[in-house]
């Protein structure tokens, strides 16, 4: 799916991929039998609810911003390799939370350097931040589940 360039519209764009992505995670948890990784999933849905906040305060800010910078269109996830022995779907969806979370920091950070209201700028770049902890938690817990 291709992004629009208008700052209005790519907030949209950004809010409606977030709900879809909490979406998907929450539908997902509940195949998930890993303990840690599940214990990860409530965190990032508690993450991904906060973004939605601050989605929500941009759109209402009345920002008209300016020209977002190109984003890249959606790139696959990395090859699913089914689940893990124990047929434990969690490296796939580790995979693509981080996957996903890499390209809405990438939408975030187009969003901010758009911005006109400095707050919007500060709630994007937290916006960001919080997609790049996310794919940091799903990196660390696919390395952890990689050791054993």
């Known amino acids: 799916m291709e992004v629009p360039s208008e700052f209005k519209s790519v907030v949209a764009f950004a809010a409606a991929r977030n709900a879809e992505l909490i979406r998907r995670y929450r539908e997902s948890a509940h195949a998930v039998r890993n303990p840690a990784v599940v214990r990860l999933l409530h965190s990032v849905l508690d993450q991904k609810a906060s973004q939605a906040d601050l989605l929500r305060a941009v759109e209402a800010s009345g920002d008209a911003g300016r020209e977002v910078p190109a984003i890249p269109p959606d790139v696959p996830t990395s090859p699913s390799t089914g689940p893990d022995a124990?047929?434990?779907?969690?490296?796939?969806?580790?995979?693509?939370?981080?996957?996903?979370?890499?390209?809405?920091?990438?939408?975030?950070?187009?969003?901010?350097?758009?911005?006109?209201?400095?707050?919007?700028?500060?709630?994007?770049?937290?916006?960001?931040?919080?997609?790049?902890?996310?794919?940091?938690?799903?990196?660390?817990?696919?390395?952890?589940?990689?050791?054993?």
């Open 86 to 148: 124990s047929g434990d779907p969690a490296p796939d969806l580790l995979r693509t939370i981080r996957a996903e979370e890499e390209r809405m920091e990438a939408l975030f950070e187009g969003l901010r350097e758009a911005a006109s209201i400095e707050d919007n700028r500060q709630r994007l770049h937290s916006l960001a931040e919080t997609s790049r902890k996310i794919g940091g938690w799903a990196r660390d817990h696919l390395e952890l589940l990689a050791l054993f």
